[in-house]
């Protein structure tokens, strides 16, 4: 059974096999590797700063980078295998409401298909009702059939289409 998981070093070389499945410079919504920017996370030092820098990103007594709000990660896990990453942002910047949401998510190339992103984001919602949000913005491009499914199972209510600076994207409104 597949579980929600803090980022943890101990993940590391299950993470680093999931991450070759990606093309080169794919984006990976909700993984947070853009606090890895210039780190080589094959190296177990940088792995483990990077983790630390995901887990402080909730953490509301250390302000956000520029150009950032809060955030909480987890990691979409089967026992020691890396599946995913899911990320809950607590707030809302001009580029979270236009194109990125509240909540990002993706799920390894190996590990689609089975309903993870689904399960994910629906175990994700009650963390953002408990910290105070009555509804959340999830957004998909719009090409991603089987992400906008995801949402919608999830009680998404698409607002609207439109072209953003990443490119064209559903956005869904959850009620909590």
Known sequence: MPE???PTARLRASWLTARDEWAPGS?????????????DLADP????????????????????EEGRVHATHWWIVEGDDYLGAIDLRHGLNDFLLDAGGHIGYSIRPSAR?????????????P??????????????DDDNIGSARSIERNGG???????????????YWIAL
């Open 27 to 39: 984006h990976q919504d909700g993984s947070g590797l853009g606090l890895a920017s210039g780190a």
């Open 157 to 171: 209510v698409l607002e609207d289409v439109r072209t953003t600076g990443a490119g064209v994207k559903r956005r």
């Open 113 to 125: 298909r089975r309903g993870l992103a689904t399960w994910a984001l629906g175990a994700v919602l």
């Open 45 to 64: 030092e940088d792995f483990s700063a990077w983790v630390g820098r995901l887990r402080q990103q909730s953490d509301r007594s250390v302000a956000p």
């Open 4 to 6: 929600l998981t803090m």
């Open 127 to 140: 963390e953002a009702r408990a910290m105070g949000l009555e509804r959340v913005l999830v957004t998909c």
